[in-house]
């Protein structure tokens, strides 16, 4: 079991609290503009990741989450 920490680019309004929360200073902020006109999170360095949530939590647009895979590449279907 792995899993897969996803950012929702579209609901991002790139605030950067996740940036700021997480303790493996993973995530950043692109440089590239979202369609709604902001610069998003992303994960700058996945391989840090421990998916602690913590940036699930703070954030207030509610754009990350973190979802259980069967190994690293394939999502868990209910
Ligand atoms: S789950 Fe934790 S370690 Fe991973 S990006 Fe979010 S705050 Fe950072
Ligand atoms: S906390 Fe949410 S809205 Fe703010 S930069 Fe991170 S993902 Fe985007």
Redesign the pocket.
Known sequence: MAFKHI?DSE?????????DVCPKKV?E?SDKVSAKGYF??YQARPEDCIYCTL?CV????V??TIIETKDSNEAVTA
């Open positions: 950012i609901r991002c309004k790139g605030c950067g609290l996740c940036v995530l902020i998003p999170a940036c703070m954030c207030p647009d754009a990350i």
